[in-house]
């Protein structure tokens, strides 16, 4: 191949068949460029790779040699590498060949602490609930009914029987702990039930009216549902509940639907996009055929099955696809005429927990479903809506207890699922516990009680971000300087002398507010006993003080007036001056006017007499 002559001061052309990087540098410098080869350098690297490749291979096989002649010669003594490549790979029993260990072995014996913890954990299940740190959010002082929690564990709603939806920011409270919003959307209606959907960015409110809402996560309404035909007998026929909801919940795969019950003794799910009419109706019926009123409804986790909990006390179970016929149904599931408050799946989808109204809490194997696999009793429960739920590693089941007025303290009780023993149990407040919430990437536990508490417990160890978040914040400081600002007057179409400057900025008007002798002046204190600086201090400062006490002066005159004027009779007689002359030569003696008899009116009619 031919060479290009370089010339002194240029950058040398690239050699042709090969691809060349030349530094444009040295072109500035007055100096010889430099020429890269790069597919050299790529062929160099591979082939130090490989050979180191090759040398770390060799160093393995050498250390097993060793290891295997060291462990037949035990009296031989052991040096080198080999021994930490030993104690390395016994301590790491089980990994991959490959992995190449750094460090120093660990000592016979040594086991990880966090090891030790997980192993306490699976033997403890106690262990595993995070209650040893607690906050109160206080949401009103009537019955929280309502919790929710999005997917990511940010924000926490609350709804309760004052009609009130508040919304809780976990990252953007501070250790004052305020809600950030709160309105009524369902105007005089207590919330019945409140959850986000699978993405978090819509939440469903059920009220006691017979139409559901959607709102946005900031709460501004996205859809309501229709309200039904109330004269149409078969509910099939019409487009939506009739009677009060009793409770609802979003589809976990599905962001767009949800589901409904109601006291029209039908369970409906619903299509966000289409607000006139619902998807499909399930029907429950008795063992007569009869209908009956569902008292909660939830889905499967996976989403294919529907179960319904009913007042006559059978839980029915229906595929999504298939509204007419149940798939599983239990008829004495609990005692007839008591209200299930919940139904909720377990997180591997083969158990069914109920909470119902007559103080039991009872799980089922769904694949089994005539007799429950265990029940406890004697948890009284007063609200259509006593929750329960699984633990995120779904061993534990949780629900609250109701008491009444003065009858001692709400507790939280959990149960194990394998045997229902009961593990644990929490004082929450002198009132009722209604809603319970463990959400499983939070790890944390959510309480709705009867007195307008939300309670939350968490463990700063165990749990993540949630309450850590706001706990740690302090309390911020009102400015003072606010005070001082005057609220700004639109009046768009006032003359332009008349017309205020627009306000750019808070803090630059606070300043200009500051530097105005007017504005920023400190009116003076009223003067207070002697005057002083020209200002009188007997009265007060003000003209009300000066009225009170003239007002509190007494001017009245108890004299006679009778006798007061009499005593300037015998001086207007002798020396007359006002009225006398006037009548000297027309009437100069005194005519007075003839007192008349008072009339009988005792005869006359009431309209007649006279009004005194």
């Not at 590498?81 to 992995?99: F, H, I, N, R």
């Not at 700063?460 to 740690?472: I, N």
């Not at 003080?545 to 207007?572: C, F, G, M, Q, W």
Request: net charge neutral.
């Amino acid at each position: 191949a031919s060479r290009a002559s370089v010339l002194p001061g240029r950058p040398a052309p690239p050699s042709p068949g090969r691809a060349a990087l030349t530094v444009p540098l040295s072109a500035f410098l007055g100096k010889k460029a430099r020429t890269f080869d790069l597919e050299a350098m790529f062929e160099q690297t591979r082939r130090t790779a490989v050979e180191r490749s090759r040398k770390v291979l060799g160093k393995k096989r050498a250390s097993n040699i060793t290891c295997s002649e060291s462990e037949d010669s035990s009296d031989e003594e052991l040096t080198g590498p080999s021994t930490v490549l030993q104690a390395s790979v016994q301590s790491s029993a089980g990994d991959d060949d490959d992995e190449e260990f750094i460090g120093p072995p660990l000592p016979p014996g040594f086991k990880d602490s966090d090891d030790d913890d997980t192993e306490d954990e699976d033997n403890n299940p106690i262990k595993k609930i995070p209650d040893s740190h607690e906050i109160t959010l206080q949401h009103g002082t009537k019955t929280v009914s309502a919790l929710g929690l999005d997917p990511s564990g940010a924000r926490l709603i609350t709804g309760g029987y004052d009609y009130d939806v508040k919304f809780w920011d976990f990252a953007g409270m501070d250790a004052s702990l305020q809600a950030f919003r709160s309105l009524q959307p369902c105007e005089c209606h207590q919330i019945k039930s409140l959850q986000y959907s699978s993405t978090g960015d819509v939440i469903l409110v059920v009220s006691g009216n017979s139409q559901a809402k959607v709102l946005d996560r900031d709460g501004f309404p996205v859809m309501e549902c229709i309200k039904g035909d109330q004269y149409i007998v078969d509910m099939t026929n019409t487009k939506g509940h009739t009677a009060m909801l009793n409770s609802g919940c979003w589809h976990p795969k599905i962001k767009e639907e949800f589901l409904t019950c109601s006291n029209d003794g039908t369970v409906r799910t619903w299509d966000v996009n289409n607000e006139k009419k619902h998807k499909s109706v399930f029907k429950p019926r008795s063992a007569q055929g009869k209908r009956v009123i569902p008292t909660t409804c939830t889905y499967s986790r996976d989403g294919k099955l529907i179960a319904a909990g009913c007042q006559d006390g059978s839980i029915q179970i229906w595929d999504r696809n298939m509204s007419v016929h149940t798939k599983f149904h239990c008829r004495q599931a609990h005692a007839t005429g008591t209200d299930t408050s919940c139904l909720t799946f377990s997180y591997d989808g083969t158990a069914l927990a109920s909470r119902g109204g007559d103080d039991t809490l009872k799980i089922w194997d769904i694949r089994q479903f005539k007799k429950p696999l265990h029940s406890a009793e004697r948890l009284s429960s007063f609200f259509p809506m006593t929750d329960c739920c699984f633990s995120p590693d779904d061993k534990i089941l949780v629900t609250g207890t109701s008491v009444k007025k003065g009858g001692g303290s709400g507790k939280l009780f959990f149960f194990d699922r394998g045997t229902f023993q009961k593990l644990y149990e929490i004082e929450v407040t002198d009132a009722s516990v209604v809603r319970c919430l463990w959400h499983p990437k939070l790890n944390q536990i959510m309480v709705g009680t009867g007195n307008g508490l939300a309670k939350v417990y968490y463990d700063p160890v165990k749990s993540q971000r949630g309450a850590k978040l706001c706990v740690v914040k302090t309390k911020r400081k009102e400015r003072q300087a606010e005070t001082l600002t005057q609220d700004y007057i639109i009046t768009p179409h006032a003359l332009p002398m008349f017309r205020e400057p627009r306000q750019r900025s808070t803090r630059k008007q606070l300043e200009k507010d500051r530097l105005d002798p007017m504005k920023s002046h400190k009116p003076e204190p009223p003067v207070a006993g002697p005057g002083r600086g020209g200002r009188v201090g007997t009265h007060g400062g003000t003209l009300s003080s000066y009225i009170v006490k003239n007002i509190a002066l007494d001017k009245t005159d108890d004299s006679n007036p009778r006798e007061a004027i009499l005593r300037h009779a015998k001086e207007a007689e002798e020396n007359p001056y006002w009225v006398a002359p006037a009548y000297a030569k027309t009437q100069p003696k005194t005519v007075f006017a003839e007192v008349e008899p008072e009339d009988d009116e005792t005869d006359k009619p009431e309209w007649k007499k006279r009004k005194i």
